[in-house]
């Protein structure tokens, strides 16, 4: 009985991680943890600091599995952190990509996202620019790795 309240109580407040008595499908968790392994590729790639055409690389094969995840993950927390991931892994590469080619268009928007000092910019910090937004991308994807059930 006081399993049933607690759940209820969670249902009302709003605090389930998905609607209350849904679940995830068999293939849905299936994708998901397909998009978090292949996350956790392009996390393994900034950590051991590859070059940033191997990074593109990673990028370009992580991101078929991320949205194939999007297109069945019903829009929940884990769904929104996955995105939020793969964004953030994705601006980490357009910043590389623009400090390297010496181009600052958008820089601002990367800014504001992700709280970079605007000095760091200025002076084409890039290490310090590229931890910035790849701790950004580890909160996420470590968030969603809880989220899977």
């Known amino acids: 009985m006081r399993i049933v309240i607690r759940a209820a109580l969670i249902c009302w407040l709003g605090l389930s ?6 679940k995830r499908s068999a293939s849905q968790t299936a994708s998901a943890r397909a998009a978090l392994d292949a996350l956790n590729r392009v996390a393994a ?3 051991i600091n590859t070059g940033y055409s191997k990074y593109a ?3 370009l094969a992580m991101k078929p599995r991320v949205e194939q995840a999007s297109r069945i993950l019903p829009d929940d927390e884990l769904s929104k952190e996955i995105g939020l991931a793969m964004k953030a892994y994705f601006d980490a590469g357009l910043a590389w990509e623009a400090m390297e080619a010496r181009t600052f268009q958008e820089w601002y928007i990367l ?3 992700y709280s970079i000092p605007s ?3 200025s002076s084409l910090n890039k290490q310090e620019v590229l931890k910035t937004i790849w701790t950004a991308a580890r909160k996420h994807l470590d968030r969603a790795s809880t989220l899977v059930s």
């Open 45 to 47: 790639a900034a950590d």
């Open 111 to 113: 800014v504001d996202r």
């Open 57 to 59: 690389d990673v990028l």
């Open 119 to 121: 000095d760091t910019g």
């Open 17 to 22: 991680v998905m609607g209350c008595g849904e």
